[in-house]
């Protein structure tokens, strides 16, 4: 089976992460999408995130509502901070009829030289590239990563839904309803 690796802090996912997710899934280029929900991501600086269970079960509570899309808990059991390229290793060493591409937004290609072994994960992997508006994805790519056409994009982030639950705003439609209500009953994100 053909597997796109989504991962993310899904802190909280939202309804751009929801619809990444069941387009790609539907394209043709992967057969799965597991959304990789990560424990901390190396480069992301500032508060921690909502507890792993969580975060973890909004993406299930997602992924049970789009068809070839999971949620998955693999980099629970990995060593903290959560390095990519050594996620799909063990990724390719637990699931060996698998393949694994990882899938990005433009955003990250640019910054992809910051990431540990950005070449090893090009070239042992591949990448899908999603396009993020202001992030143009230029240039002939290499070998193994392809852009995807058509993909609907929102520009959301999960900073701005913890600030509209934060300010008590209402966040139908930021986030898919199973997650707002997931939200409001374990009462996340309000400081």
């Known amino acids: 089976m053909r597997i796109g690796i989504y991962g993310g802090s899904f802190d909280p996912i939202h309804t751009g992460h929801a619809m990444l997710a069941n387009y790609i899934a539907q394209t043709g280029e992967v057969d799965e999408v597991w959304l990789m929900v990560s424990p901390l991501n190396p480069l992301k600086k500032g508060t921690l995130p909502a507890p792993d269970l969580h975060r973890l079960a909004m993406a299930r509570e997602v992924a049970e509502q789009c068809r070839g899309v999971k949620a998955s808990d693999f980099e629970f059991s990995l060593p ?13 060493e637990a699931y060996p009829g698998d393949s694994f591409r990882l899938i ?3 955003d990250n290609w640019q910054e992809i030289s910051r990431w540990r072994d950005p070449d090893k994960i090009i070239r042992e992997f591949g990448l899908l590239i999603y396009p993020r508006p202001g992030y143009p994805a230029e240039g002939p790519l290499p070998k193994g990563v392809t852009l995807l056409e058509g993909v609907p994009t929102i520009d959301m982030s999960s900073t701005f839904v913890r600030e509209m639950v934060r300010e008590g705003k209402n966040i139908n439609y930021f986030v898919p309803l199973c997650v ?3 939200i409001h009953t374990h009462g996340l994100y309000k400081r």
Not at 80 to 85: D, E, K, L, M, V
């Open 80 to 92: 903290i901070p959560s390095y990519t390229y050594t996620t799909l290793c063990r990724l390719r």
């Open 104 to 106: 990005i937004g433009s």
């Open 180 to 182: 707002s209500d997931y």
